[in-house]
């Protein structure tokens, strides 16, 4: 089974750690204690900040997806990165 992992955080919290933590603590509730073994996120190509954080948690970037969101009148290319449950390690 998988999950799909989603979310945001206004722009004044930035670069204090809390995604991180709350991720974490998301993270290891989902693989321990469900009847999940992959969790997935997809991130804008242009959040970098975003993308480090999952990889920071032990997600691993599996490829772009081209022109796969809409916002702004635009399409956008967002990246799959995921974690499997044997590759969990609490941060």
Do not use: P
Request: charged share 30%.
């Amino acid at each position: 089974m998988r999950a799909d992992l989603g979310y945001d955080l206004s722009d004044k919290y930035w670069n204090r750690g809390i995604m991180t933590e709350a991720l974490n603590k998301i993270i290891e509730f989902t693989l321990n204690n469900m009847e999940v073994n992959r969790i997935e996120a997809t991130v804008s190509i242009e959040n970098q900040a975003s993308i480090r954080v999952l990889e920071k948690l032990g997600f691993i970037k599996e490829g772009v997806l081209r022109e796969r969101s809409y916002w702004k009148e635009k399409s956008h290319d967002m990246v799959m990165l995921s974690i499997l449950k044997k590759e969990y390690n609490s941060y």
